[in-house]
Each structure stands twice: as structure tokens, then as C-alpha cells.
């Protein structure tokens, strides 16, 4: 009996000390970055519009041509950053062609606002980005934000 219960003691903790208990857990940032993305509005005196999702975004030119859907293909020309100015990623001029179904939820459904010639921003939490873990070199949690140009729907 004694056996037993040594045994079971060593189980449990071996069980308790499992190597994916080390993993990173999931960090909810929408508090923060429901704050971070209210001042840089009004830091930079931006007229945004949020989305029950918690995204937000600026619309400066609205375009006059067609509206793409969440499944459109579509050609954007963009420059992405973080709220300290920081550009993480950037397009050439001629922009860049995709399936908003393969990207961010943030584009999914941000890009779907603007018509083909208009431009605008997108202030995307993490929750709609890339969540809490870390994504090259996006830090987990963070605030994306994107100027975005709508060239075309493909």
C-alpha cells in the first residue's frame, strides 16, 4: 500500500511539472488595448469609428468605386505600425494582392469599409491581430495599426 501511494504522489507530481504547462498561456489584452488605441485617437486627434469587435477605423478618402466583401481578393498598398510610430511592415507602391479570407481578422473585416480608391486607417487589437503570442517581430499583444490604401478587387 505504502508503494502505492508513493507511486501515485510521484505520478502527480510529474503530471503537475508537464513540459506544456511552460508553454505561454493565453493573455487577454483587450482591456489595454481598448485604452492604448483610445489615446492614440485622441493623441493624434483621429475621427474613428469601433466596431462591436473592438476594432477601429478611420475612413480619409472613401473612394468611389466597388465595395469588396470578407472573401474578396483585393490589391492594398499599406504601411503598418505600432502606436510609438514603429513600422513593422510595409508594401511596395504597387501594393499588395491577397484574400482577405487569409489574413488578419482585423483586414477581414476592416478593408470591407473602404471602397476601391479610398484610404483610411485601421486600428487593430490584438485580439483581431495576432493574438497574445509573439509573431516575428510583433510582440504578443500588441496594437496594430495600419494606413491602407484600396487599389483594386481582383
Excluded at 489615446?39 to 468611389?64: C, F, H, M, Q, W
Excluded at 508594401?91 to 470591407?112: C, D, H, M, Y
Aim: charged share 15%; proline share 5%; with cysteine.
Amino acid at each position: 500500500m505504502k508503494y502505492i501511494l508513493t507511486s501515485l504522489l510521484a505520478l502527480t507530481l510529474f503530471i503537475s511539472c508537464n513540459p506544456s504547462d511552460s508553454q505561454p498561456t493565453k493573455t487577454d489584452y483587450t482591456v489595454e488595448n481598448e485604452k492604448e488605441i483610445v489615446d492614440y485617437i485622441a493623441k493624434n486627434k483621429l475621427t474613428a469609428k469601433r466596431t462591436d469587435s473592438g476594432l477601429y477605423y478611420v475612413i480619409n478618402e472613401p473612394g468611389d468605386g466597388a465595395q469588396p466583401t470578407a472573401s474578396s481578393n483585393v490589391t492594398v498598398v499599406y504601411k503598418g505600425y505600432f502606436t510609438n510610430g514603429t513600422v513593422f511592415d510595409q508594401s511596395k507602391p504597387a501594393g499588395l494582392s491577397f484574400g482577405l479570407n487569409q489574413v488578419i481578422k482585423g483586414w477581414t473585416e476592416g478593408i470591407p469599409f473602404f471602397k476601391v480608391g479610398g484610404s483610411g486607417i485601421l486600428l487593430v487589437p490584438s485580439h483581431l491581430g495576432y493574438g497574445s503570442y509573439n509573431y516575428g517581430s510583433i510582440p504578443g499583444g500588441s496594437v496594430l495599426i495600419f494606413d491602407v490604401k484600396l487599389s483594386s478587387i481582383n
